[in-house]
């Protein structure tokens, strides 16, 4: 039997699209393109989310706003939708196509949901029409007035959906898939997005942050940014005045803060909106993270994260409970500090690779053994 090559078992491994390496920059960029990014599922009862918004799941009620803000209040150029759902929408959700907040620059007009939809409230303005495209099931009537907005989906329609167009295209296994290009938008997502917040807490700290009484020291800082690291302790003080902090930060200045512990609640206060598109929280260690108001863009990608007040600025979360909205700017400071993929396999790549490198030698060994007929 002939025997691959160790260089042609390493390239066929490193070449496959299943091993495509995590990219922290790709994941800043969709931090600065998305207001809001849920792994799994997105919970709503009303409130909004300004700009656009990718989720896993939606389970919404009392009308949820999506795409009520404006590009001028600061989101970079996307080809994302307003919304996004890998899965199913429940519940009833209200898409601002063309809405503009008082002021010119449209977020979007389309959302797309891979799974089924229960209800959608088209709130559409300056003649600006709105579309919803669904893989599955539209589950309940809803009003679509077909003269300003447009619905296509993939499955089965509920009665009194006048206006709706079936396209078995959009449907699984179809020539357009939703669900599948959701998925696998997600799936990329959430590599990078994790990528990136493992990036963020490696990077060399100029200090401890065990009091916000005292403003951070810039002086170490270097390429545009700093990077602190936060106590619990910190920021669990109910005396906390985070604004505090932030009195000395250079103009242009990116701030970093990698925020320790696993169970977290916000009891200070943080209320200055001059930090919402340039200082980037960052809990990589968090698994739960309950917010009061807060101010700049929060990384939790491991984390059932919930909020009572308005978030200014981009969210990641695994889960996340909008009990308070969403407000643009995204993030919108410096990329120095996440340079563009160096080629160095992840570690799934190493591992399916070394264990190709031992099946190999196991063949080898193998053949070496094997009696010789005299």
Known sequence: MRLLSVAAIAAVLVASPALAMPDPAAGLQAMRELNLVVFDTLTTNGQEVEGRSFVGQLA?????????????????????????????????FRLKA???NGASGIVGTTASVGGNVHSVDFNTTGGVHGTLLAGGNLTSS??????????????????????????????PGGANDIAAGLQNQMHTLQANLMALSSQLATLPSLGAITSTANALDYSGAQNGYAVFTMTEAAFENQNANFDLLFNGMPSGMTTIINV????LVEQGNLNSKLLNQSVLWNFNQAESLSLKGFHGSILAPNADVSN?????????????????EIHLGTYNGTSSFSPPPSGVPEPASWAMLLFGFGTLGALLRRRRETPVAA
């Open 308 to 324: 009572s007040s308005a978030l200014e600025g981009s969210i990641v979360a695994r889960n996340f409970t909008l009990n308070g």
């Open 60 to 92: 919404a009620s009392n009308f949820t706003n999506f795409g009520i803000g404006n590009a001028s209040q600061g989101a970079a150029s996307s080809s994302f939708d307003v919304l996004s759902v890998v899965g199913n929408a429940s519940g009833a």
């Open 260 to 263: 320790l512990g696993t169970n």
């Open 142 to 171: 809803f009003n679509i007035n077909s003269n300003s907005n447009s619905v296509r989906y993939g499955g089965t329609a509920a009665s009194g959906l006048n206006g709706a167009v079936k396209d078995t295209s959009l449907s």
């Open 98 to 100: 063309g809405y503009q």
